[in-house]
């Protein structure tokens, strides 16, 4: 429990901060200095992360034993869970990246009548799925912010996310799902003793984080109305890099960007990075070749060997001297 009250303290204090800055007046560095600042911090830790991993060797094919690999032509080939070309590689990342297909086999452990049944357990997958898709619309949606005119596709993304029409202003099945998942997970780790045994703060954080960016992005759209004419000012004048400090948008648009702000610069610092780590993930990038081309370390660098004959030569009068057999005279 410890771990999530440092979570819930960190929280609450980055929510206090930005009303803090705000009711001080300070536009320039709410509004400017403190987005530029954190989309910096983003960009560089991230290409500095994913730079840093590609910089490690992987001089073999690391194979799955998940599927069976290309061998003899009668034997079936799982091309999927174990492809021996580019297109299967492509096949296994996008079911990945797309649908988290390995997190797909996750599988929860008992102990029932003394003894561990291993089952299958498939919220994990779903909340995660549900979270990950929900907030890529959210984040679609939000470009209307950025560009004047609106591209058609956005248009169409709310519409559909706003099918039911629900209140007005229609709420957006993407917002709920969000919420629901975020929350799901959350209650995972703090419900379930298991989970939150090995849980740390720096997992509950991001959790609490996006749940409570998007509780103010809901009550902005929902109860307390922002001026989103200024809002879109602001941001076209990011993207344009003419920023304008705006004023008084509202104190909840401060807490929602401050919110932004602290998840970019946490992203590159965090476990978030899996966003860039899945595509350098050899057990799912490398062809399974290994029965077609014979792999070589390339850094096999020459060795200089001593072989016994050598040795021999060298030591043959000590060995001699020594009572020691020889081979040659
Ligand atoms: C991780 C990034 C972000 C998340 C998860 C997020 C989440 C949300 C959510 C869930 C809503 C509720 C309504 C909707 O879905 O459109 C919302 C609304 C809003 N967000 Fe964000 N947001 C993010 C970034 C931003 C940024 C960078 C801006 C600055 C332009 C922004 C400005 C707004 C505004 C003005 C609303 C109210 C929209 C309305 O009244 O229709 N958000 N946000």
């Known amino acids: 429990m410890k771990n999530l009250g440092i979570s819930i303290i960190a929280v609450v204090i980055l929510l206090m901060l930005p009303i803090g800055a705000a009711a001080a007046e300070w536009y320039s560095l709410l509004t ?20 840093l991993w590609a910089q490690s060797p992987v001089p073999f094919r690391i194979t799955t034993t998940c599927g069976q690999e290309k061998s003899l032509p009668w034997i079936r ?5 174990s492809p021996s070309g580019l297109f299967g590689v492509i096949g296994r990342m996008a079911l990945e990246i797309l649908l988290f297909r390995s997190l ?5 452990a008992e102990i029932l009548e003394k003894r561990p049944v291993y089952g299958s357990a498939k919220w994990l997958w779903l909340f995660g799925l549900l979270l990950h898709w929900s907030l890529l619309f959210i984040l679609l949606r939000h470009l209307r912010f950025f560009v004047e005119p609106i591209a058609p596709f956005i248009n169409a993304l709310s519409a559909f996310d706003g099918l039911f029409e629900t209140g ?16 799901a997970l959350f209650l995972r780790r703090v419900v379930l003793v298991r989970v939150r045994y090995f849980s740390l703060p720096q997992d509950y954080f991001p959790l609490l984080l996006l749940l409570c960016t998007a ?6 759209r929902h109860f307390t109305k922002v001026n989103l004419i200024k809002v879109k000012e602001l941001a076209t004048g990011w993207v344009s890099f003419s920023p304008v400090i705006q004023e008084g948008i509202g104190p909840l648009f401060s807490i929602h960007l401050f919110l932004v702000c602290t998840l970019l610069v946490w992203f590159p610092l965090s476990k978030l990075m899996h966003m860039g780590g899945i595509f350098l993930s050899p057990t799912r990038n490398l062809a ?3 029965r077609m081309r014979r792999h070589l370390n390339p850094w096999d660098a020459p060795v200089r060997v001593h072989t016994y004959e050598e040795y021999e030569d060298e030591f043959r009068d000590k060995m001699k001297t020594a009572g020691l057999p020889v081979e040659r005279e």
């Open 104 to 108: 797909f086999r996750n599988t929860g």
């Open 288 to 290: 399974n070749d290994n």
């Open 77 to 81: 080939t799982n091309s999927l869970e």
């Open 32 to 51: 400017v200095a403190l987005p530029y600042g954190a989309l910096t911090v983003f960009l560089l830790g991230f290409i500095y992360r994913v730079l």
């Open 215 to 220: 509780g103010s992005g809901i009550l902005m």
């Open 168 to 183: 007005v202003p229609t709420l957006y099945l993407s917002d709920l799902v969000f919420l629901t998942a975020a929350t």
